[in-house]
């Protein structure tokens, strides 16, 4: 069946630490590759996707991740984080046939100032 | 911006009571989307719903649940006769297509049920 890994369930950094979330999923067609963040109080809000084309993807608030095929990894990064960026981050994975997402369990982030 | 809204926020039921959760998708969206998750694990796919019809669904969404559009504007899911296990936050979401689109999430329903 297909499943999404996250490897940290809770990363504690220092504003301006440099961010490297991991997620990995298992599924061997063609998939679409997302990162949703969830605001403490707010709904999961779309960081980055991934469809096709360029495997380095930028998306809002300075966040990127790159899509490596051979390693079916999609690694969400951020080079200075802010107090701003603690949330929940979650991987998620669409088979390009189907439409319901797979997600991972989750990333807590705190950032401390 | 336009957004998925839900209703009620939080929802505390007995168990073995009906419970409809409500949606609001955005207006000109097609494809609408239930999620749940259970606090402390991971977001689960339940459903999926187009042309008013369920296009996909999980082996989570047993006789149990039941989703439908009773108008153009609501997409409902109901759960016919609640168990513990069915306390978590439901999501919705709705997607313009199943192209190159993302899926949009509403704010969630805290589901408890005693």
């Known amino acids: 069946a297909q499943s999404v890994s996250q490897h940290n369930h809770h990363v504690i950094l220092s504003e301006a630490a440099s961010l490297e979330l991991g997620c990995n999923y298992s599924?061997?067609?063609?998939?679409?590759l997302f990162w949703y963040v969830q605001y403490p109080g707010q709904h999961l809000q779309l960081l980055l996707k991934?469809?096709?084309?360029?495997?380095l993807v930028k998306g809002i608030k300075g966040f990127e991740a790159e899509f490596i095929k051979s390693k079916f990894s999609f690694n969400l990064r951020k080079p200075s984080v802010q107090w701003s960026d603690t949330a929940e981050y979650f991987c998620?994975?669409?088979?390009?046939?189907?439409?319901?997402?797979?997600f991972g369990k989750g990333t807590t982030l705190s950032v401390s100032s | 911006e336009p957004e998925v809204t839900q209703t009620p926020s939080h929802q505390v039921t007995q168990m073995g009571q009906e419970v409809i959760l409500r949606c609001v998708p955005i207006s000109n969206h097609l494809y609408f989307y239930w999620y749940r998750q259970i606090l402390g694990q991971k977001v689960e796919f339940l459903v999926s719903f187009y042309n008013n019809e369920i296009s996909e669904k999980s082996e989570i969404f047993d006789d149990q649940f039941s989703v439908e559009r009773p108008d153009g504007s609501n997409f409902t899911l109901k759960i016919r006769s609640t168990k513990l296990e069915d306390s978590a936050m439901y999501f919705c979401?709705?997607?313009?297509?199943?192209?190159?689109?993302?899926?949009?999430f509403g704010p969630g329903t805290r589901l408890t049920v005693t």
């Open positions: 998620a994975v669409r088979r390009q046939a189907g439409t319901a997402l797979i």
């Open positions: 599924y061997g067609g063609t998939v679409n």
């Open positions: 979401a709705s997607t313009p297509g199943t192209g190159v689109y993302e899926q949009y």
């Open positions: 991934y469809f096709s084309g360029d495997p």
